[in-house]
């Protein structure tokens, strides 16, 4: 089989199978509802004829389930490209916005404006988690810098800013939220898709979609980069532009991510290494299928972590770690076999 079919193979394959777990996903829980009560809904609101449903069970679709379902899968898929594209960039297996810190900042700065006010009137939640985010990695960067070279000073210097944002966030909870605030922040921060609505929904897609749009685009570049900066500017890469673009668009997307979800840990750790094992290395095609696998494996998790405890709900973040941690763990006992 070529490249380019088994390219063509596992694009078709995963849009199948993101829109099939959205699909299965909305009727998993008390309501008592099909896979064709789903697509009765969705096609009733696209100017198709009327669901035969009662109006709480269609409402029950598409207000509650089918944006909540959309936002797992935006937010998934969003993160995985991040991880691929931080690995990549930074050549290191074990880079993701949340091992780096980004995800960490991005909350810091979502809070400022949620819980201080700064900035609400100018820039909002989305636009405080893009500074966050921004901040949060300048200075992981910076850190990593005066440590010295190599890739495992990123990740220390990572872990480092991951801990100090954690802690401004929780200080400014602490000492500035109502209890109530306090409660839905710390239940945000472990990740929660639970209050999703349309808008949240659709903006995450669309900064996901143009963001993945970006990394396809630059994916020779990308390429490049996995010899290193030198190799890059060797093979005629503009290094110092196509890496602002690169870290500009994961950190718009992180941003998004983590306004509407809170920070979700892992998801872009692991899911590159597995699309890898299906289509290799090369980011044309390494791309959108981690983005479909990021897609599918959110939407299943934020389906476990609704239903699991019922009727109580988990933190979606709580699902994701149960599953990185252990995969984490095998990166690192592969890398060093390796070594």
Not at 22 to 48: C, K, Q
Not at 208 to 225: E, I, K, N
Not at 246 to 258: K, P
Request: positive net charge; aromatic residues 4%; contains cysteine.
């Amino acid at each position: 089989m070529t490249s380019r079919l088994r390219l063509a193979t596992a694009v078709v394959v995963g849009t199948a199978l993101v829109l099939l777990s959205v699909a299965t996903a909305i009727t998993i829980g008390p309501a008592d509802l099909s896979v064709g009560d789903v697509v009765a809904v969705v096609r009733e609101h696209l100017g198709g004829p009327p669901a035969d449903l009662s109006s709480l069970r269609a409402a029950i679709v598409w207000e509650l389930r089918l944006p909540r379902s959309i936002l797992a899968a935006a937010c998934g898929a969003g993160l995985a490209v991040c991880g691929a594209v931080l690995q990549s960039l930074l050549r290191n297996p074990l880079a993701d916005p949340f091992v780096l810190g980004i995800s960490s900042g991005a909350s810091t700065g979502a809070v400022m404006v949620a819980v201080l006010g700064i900035g609400a009137g100018t820039l909002g939640l989305t636009g405080g988690a893009f500074v966050g985010a921004l901040v949060s990695f300048a200075l992981v960067v910076l850190l990593a810098w005066a440590a010295g070279s190599g890739p495992d000073k990123l990740i220390l210097a990572g872990v480092a800013g991951t801990q100090l944002f954690a802690a401004l966030t929780s200080f400014i909870v602490l000492t500035s939220a109502d209890p109530e605030q306090t409660r839905g922040v710390l239940v945000w921060l472990l990740g929660s898709l639970g209050g999703a609505r349309w808008s949240d929904a659709l903006l995450v897609s669309v900064v996901v979609a143009a963001g993945t749009l970006v990394c396809v685009v630059l994916a020779r570049s990308l390429d490049a980069f996995a010899f290193g900066t030198d190799a890059a500017g060797t093979l005629g890469v503009p290094v110092g532009r196509t890496r602002a673009v690169l870290l500009v668009t994961t950190a718009a997307i992180t941003a998004v991510a983590v306004a509407a979800a809170g920070a979700i840990g892992f998801v872009g750790l692991v899911l590159p290494h597995a699309a890898r094992a299906v289509v290799g290395p090369r980011h044309r095609a390494l791309v959108p299928v981690t983005a479909l696998a990021g897609a599918v494996f959110l939407v299943w998790a934020d389906t476990v972590a609704r239903v699991l405890v019922e009727p109580q709900e988990l933190p979606v973040g709580v699902v994701t770690a149960l599953v990185g941690v252990p995969a984490f763990a095998l990166i690192l006992g592969r890398r060093g076999r390796r070594a």
